[in-house]
């Protein structure tokens, strides 16, 4: 187990684990079948499939969660200020030059002053509420970079006190679970907006952070319980999702976030085992994994791009899914190879 943990640390490398292949996968399509039926008849019929696009967004949570811990743990903190250099040069220069190109593309494309979008440039774009629909699939980002900031801040803190990492990291999660349902309780008129809203969804990476320290403290145990958390959380799931009958908005923005956060994160021990023998389809899933955030970014202008170009009888029919799927994925992989990954590469001249 021990590792899988230390790929994880070089997820930029050939060497992949090829269960977070999958769940990174399986996080974009369900992203990528959201939004392509979001306003078609389909969602009319099949109201569940707006949920794809929250239950990939919370497998991505988890995962970079998880990662990220698994780096940062194991960094070395007796020099805080080269610790807190490496680690924001090493995860902005990964996120920021893909986001900033594609947000700029975006305000050409739909005529926006980047005055008028200043907030987007400084991920402030869901603080005091959701975010408007003028580039709307980025709540999620503005959730990863201000958890980027914060993170390793909290986690200099923890190891000058020189507590315990687990126990820490528990407290930590359960106090902010607990204001977070109390900002809910008492926010009403915001409760259609909460769950977009930056500073109350970092909890859920934050359960990937805590099972990273468990795997690297703990990894005999993660072991042993793996199929277990897996199979309680394939059933909570589908319970909490599917069959349980919600009609309290409290909980739905509150216990149900948190819950759902924790089920896709009890999937990763299981997927950290996960292996393969055919080996075009671990490379298919590596490339569709590497190429999954340049999807994600991309997938909204090219969207609007298809739907004005395609024909509409064949816009929401299975052969216009395959083509939306395919052109965004092959698009993504040659802007992961052409840019994306070039500028992964220059990280090291800046620490």
């Known amino acids: 187990m021990n590792n899988k943990i230390e790929s994880a640390d070089h997820a930029s490398s050939k060497s992949r684990i090829f269960g977070l292949d999958i769940l990174r996968s399986l996080a974009i399509l369900l992203v990528l079948i959201s939004h392509f039926y979001m306003h078609s008849d389909y969602a009319v019929q099949f109201p569940w499939l707006n949920s794809f696009g929250y239950f990939g967004v919370e497998i991505f949570f988890a995962l970079s969660g998880f990662l990220i811990g698994s780096i940062i743990l194991k960094m070395d903190c007796t020099h805080p200020k080269n610790f807190l250099k490496v680690f924001w040069v090493k995860r902005w220069m990964r996120t920021l030059p893909n986001y900033y190109v594609i947000l700029s593309l975006e305000l050409w494309r739909q005529a926006v002053h980047p005055y008028y979008a200043k907030k987007y440039f400084f991920f402030l774009q869901g603080v005091s509420s959701a975010p408007d629909d003028f580039y709307g699939v980025s709540w999620s980002l503005a959730v990863e970079e201000w958890f980027y900031l914060l993170l390793p801040l909290a986690i200099l803190l923890i190891y000058r006190m020189k507590a315990n990492m687990i126990l820490s990291l528990t407290l930590m999660l359960i106090a902010y679970t607990i204001l977070k349902y109390f900002y809910a309780f008492f926010n009403h008129d915001l409760y259609s907006q909460l769950p977009r809203m930056t500073f109350f969804r970092i909890d859920a990476i934050l359960y990937g952070v805590l099972l990273s320290a468990v795997v690297i403290y703990f990894p005999k145990m993660i072991e042993r319980w793996k199929y277990s958390l897996f199979l309680i959380a394939i059933a909570g799931f589908i319970a909490l999702n599917f069959i349980i009958p919600v009609q309290s908005d409290f909980f739905v923005l509150s216990a149900k976030l948190s819950l759902n956060s924790l089920f896709f994160t009890m999937l990763i021990p299981f997927a950290l085992s996960m292996r393969t023998n055919i080996k075009f389809f671990a490379n298919s899933c590596r490339v569709f994994s590497e190429a999954s955030y340049s999807m994600y970014l991309l997938h909204i202008p090219m969207l609007a791009l298809y739907k004005y170009f395609l024909l509409p ?39």
Do not use: A, D
């Open 313 to 351: 009888q064949l816009q929401y029919n299975v052969v216009g899914f395959v083509v939306f799927i395919s052109t965004v994925t092959m698009i993504s992989i040659f802007w992961f190879y052409v840019f994306e990954k070039p500028i992964m590469k220059l990280r090291e001249y800046f620490i």
